[in-house]
């Protein structure tokens, strides 16, 4: 089997910088859209809720027991 090669100290550094630098972007960007995300699921949630309410209603209209 072959010896492993010397890898230089430079890209050493580089890498793992690089690897940092992703990280430290990634939780930057993850703090960014959460808010934006949970926004969105509760808007949602609330036109989820809306529709609900008028499929029942308009189920309760075609079988023609209004109860409204």
Do not use: C, H, N, W
Request: aromatic share 8%; hydrophobic share 35%.
């Amino acid at each position: 089997m072959i010896p492993p090669v010397q890898v230089s100290p430079l890209i050493k550094f580089t890498r793992y910088s690089a690897l940092l630098v992703g990280m430290i972007y990634g939780k930057k960007r993850y703090d960014y859209l959460k808010p934006i995300a949970e926004e969105e699921r509760r808007v949602e949630a609330e036109e989820k809720k809306k529709r609900e309410e008028l499929e029942r209603i308009a189920k309760e209209l075609a079988e023609g027991s209004p109860s409204v």
